[in-house]
């Protein structure tokens, strides 16, 4: 009754039945509703990647065609739908169609193109809906292994390949007397002592134990000029501390990948080339498996004055003996590897030395030692050359004065002598 008597009045307001529409009556809309749903709906599976295209792609109610859809560089057809389905849908492999791939930091990218490419209707020339490209895309994180190929009995993962191409990081600071921050100057008095850690930041790589193998201070970077003094030789003896020195590695040492030790500081003597007694200081530093127990080619040993030995961060002291003897040589390869559990042989022989950097050279500088004078201090400047120079600068004070008064008393006699005074005679 209610719908009746609204067509009634509809048809007494507006004079005919053609100007009122049902739904506006009935659902008080001026327009029918909108799906909420997206038009193409991607599905990234293990190995596929499902397309699901709504017909009314544009959202104007003007369906499009299966035929005139295509995925990928090389085009392909959707699969097979009947005229009634609302949707058209493509599935397809990862690697197929064309489909690209890049590499990010944490994850697999794959991409390809949805093509609407619309075509006349039998003898029409026109048309109602328009070309447009649709970018597709499936992110895959690089912890795991996704893939359409079959997989081989000989493939290797793919986040193993990462992990074995890593590099490693080594570095050589300056650090505070209580080891707990980088040192911020590098200036230094005689008479201190300079802190140093050598580090190598392994990431995702086994954990490894680092060696400082060799140590030399040079007056410029170049490792190979002269002047220059050993402070770490012979595969990590820190002879440096043979001589009126304290220098030491600190033992226990906090982390296997970290190596501390200090340097009592210095400064070549006679290096004209070197007036601001300026130092650098390079380290070889390199790395063995932490499971590996240290031998005389790895090794950190220290000179103790007190009981006149060597002594080890760790380890036996027997590696330490060849300290004296100076001559730390090569141990026997296939010896060392006798001796290894029959699984640290097998991954030993199948590393490739290429994809990681297990040695290298770090140098830290310039460290600028300064002398201790009484007062003074700037470097290489005596109480007798401070003297010198102060009674220097007195004397050519006092001349400087004498010269200034002479000039002085001339200029106030001149205007004097130059000009007459004369005096107003009386009027008697």
């Given at each position: 009754m209610e719908l009746s008597y609204g067509l009634f009045i509809c048809f007494l307001l507006w004079g005919g039945m053609q100007l009122c529409h049902p739904l506006l009556l009935v659902?008080?809309?001026?327009?029918?509703?909108?799906?909420?749903?997206?038009?193409?709906?991607?599905?990234c599976l293990e190995a596929q990647l499902v397309v699901t295209v709504s017909k009314d792609l544009f959202g104007t109610g003007k369906l499009i065609r299966s035929a005139d859809l295509t995925l990928g560089k090389e085009s392909c057809r959707p699969l097979a739908s009947n005229d009634t389905d609302d949707v058209i849908r493509f599935k397809v492999g990862l690697h197929e169609c064309g489909n690209e791939v890049q590499m990010?930091?944490?994850?697999?990218?794959?991409?390809?193109?949805?093509?609407?490419?619309?075509?006349?209707?039998?003898?029409?020339?026109?048309?109602?809906?328009?070309?447009?490209?649709?970018?597709?895309?499936?992110?895959?994180?690089?912890?795991?292994?996704?893939?359409?190929?079959?997989?081989?009995?000989t493939w290797v993962p793919f986040r193993t390949t990462v992990s074995s191409e890593e590099k490693l990081v080594f570095s050589l600071h300056l650090m505070e007397k209580d080891w707990s921050t980088q040192k911020r100057s590098p200036i230094f008095q005689l008479g201190e002592t300079a802190h140093l850690q050598a580090e190598v930041h392994t990431g995702s790589h086994r954990p490894l134990r680092l060696f400082v193998d060799h140590c030399v201070a040079t007056g410029t970077p170049d490792r190979d000029s002269s002047p220059h003094h050993s402070i770490v030789d012979f595969h990590g003896c820190l002879v440096d501390g043979l001589s009126d020195a304290s220098s030491a590695f600190r033992s226990p040492r906090p982390r296997p990948d970290t190596l501390q030790f200090t340097v009592d500081v210095f400064h070549f003597a006679n290096d004209t080339r070197n007036s601001r007694n300026m130092i650098y200081i390079t380290c070889h530093l390199k790395v063995t498996?932490?499971?590996?127990?240290?031998?005389?080619?790895?090794?950190?040993?220290?000179?103790?004055?007190?009981?006149?030995?060597?002594?080890?961060?760790?380890?036996t002291v027997d590696i330490c003996g060849c300290c004296n003897k100076g001559d730390c040589g090569i141990l026997d390869h296939s010896r060392r590897l006798s001796s290894l559990p029959t699984s640290q042989r097998q991954k030993s022989a199948s590393r490739n030395p290429r994809h990681v950097t297990e040695e290298v050279d770090v140098t830290v500088g310039p460290l600028v030692f300064l002398g201790k004078s009484a007062g003074h201090g700037t470097p290489g400047w005596t109480s007798s050359s401070h003297t010198s120079v102060a009674l220097g600068l007195g004397l050519a004070m006092l001349v400087a004065l004498t010269l200034a008064a002479v000039v002085l008393g001339l200029a106030r006699r001149r205007p004097a002598a130059s000009h007459a005074v004369v005096c107003p005679e009386s009027s008697s």
């Open positions: 659902q008080g809309e001026a327009h029918p509703p909108v799906s909420s749903a997206p038009p193409v709906l991607v599905q990010t930091d944490d994850a697999l990218v794959y991409s390809t193109l949805l093509l609407h490419n619309p075509h006349p209707v039998g003898n029409l020339s026109i048309l109602r809906t328009n070309y447009a490209e649709v970018p597709i895309e499936c992110h895959y994180p690089r912890q795991g292994n996704v893939s359409s190929w079959p997989v081989l009995p498996p932490a499971d590996q127990a240290p031998d005389p080619r790895n090794k950190a040993c220290s000179f103790s004055k007190s009981s006149n030995s060597w002594s080890p961060v760790e380890g």
